[in-house]
């Protein structure tokens, strides 16, 4: 079992940045990939950005490429997810997820590939 435990959102205006940090317990957490994603109220939930377990890959989704900044640390069993230049488009729930993945270089956009996933965390941006 792996629990995580997502932190750092909050209220900022547009234009503003927010570093979300994602504190991952119990199995080996640099065995893992990760990922955020994010749901908008009335929306699914949606892929935001993945990084493998070295952290050597990262992949972002077209909305937040050259805005976010996916990094981990696995020393510390933590990832974060830089936001910087956020729009109101951005506002949702932010989460972070883990996934056994099937070689060092590997990394995931779909929910479904993803075993862990921690409780959320609002980001909301003002106009």
């Known amino acids: 079992q792996v629990q995580l435990v997502e932190s750092g959102g909050g209220l900022v205006q547009a234009g503003g940045s927010l570093r979300l940090s994602c504190a991952a317990s119990?199995?080996?957490?640099?065995?893992?990939?990760m990922g955020w994603f994010r749901q908008a109220p009335g929306k699914e939930r949606e892929f935001v950005v993945a990084?493998?377990?070295?952290?050597?890959?990262?992949y972002y989704a077209d909305s937040v490429k050259g805005r976010f900044t996916i990094s981990r640390d696995n020393a510390k069993n933590t990832v974060y997810l830089q936001m910087n230049s956020l729009k109101h488009e951005d506002t949702a729930v932010y989460y972070c997820?883990?996934?056994?993945?099937?070689?060092?270089?590997?990394?995931?956009?779909?929910?479904?590939?993803?075993?862990?996933w921690g409780q959320g965390t609002q980001v909301t941006v003002s106009s």
């Open positions: 990084i493998s377990w070295s952290g050597g890959n990262a």
């Open positions: 997820a883990a996934a056994l993945p099937e070689n060092t270089g590997s990394y995931y956009t779909n929910e479904y590939e993803y075993d862990y």
């Open positions: 119990g199995r080996t957490f640099s065995s893992y990939a």
